[in-house]
């Protein structure tokens, strides 16, 4: 939850009543968009476990 309040600048009992079918493809672009922000930074060895499972598994989509 406090990923979400983090995020969307709220209080977690905002964050209680946020629609998780909205919210949660949010957060997963957000983190895709930040992964790919790293790696185009040249900073991979930065990355957050988040940031690499996100950009390995847009990798292995796009590879078919």
Do not use: H
């Not at 990923?3 to 009992?13: A, H, L, M, R």
């Not at 964050?15 to 672009?29: K, S």
């Amino acid at each position: 939850m406090s990923v979400i309040c983090e995020s969307f600048g709220c209080t977690p009992d905002v964050a209680i009543r946020l629609n998780p079918r909205l919210v949660f493809p949010i957060l997963e672009y957000r983190l895709a968009e930040s992964a790919k922000d790293m790696m185009n930074s040249k900073q991979a060895d930065k990355m957050t476990e988040g940031q690499a499972t996100m950009l390995k598994a847009l990798a292995e989509l796009l590879d078919g």
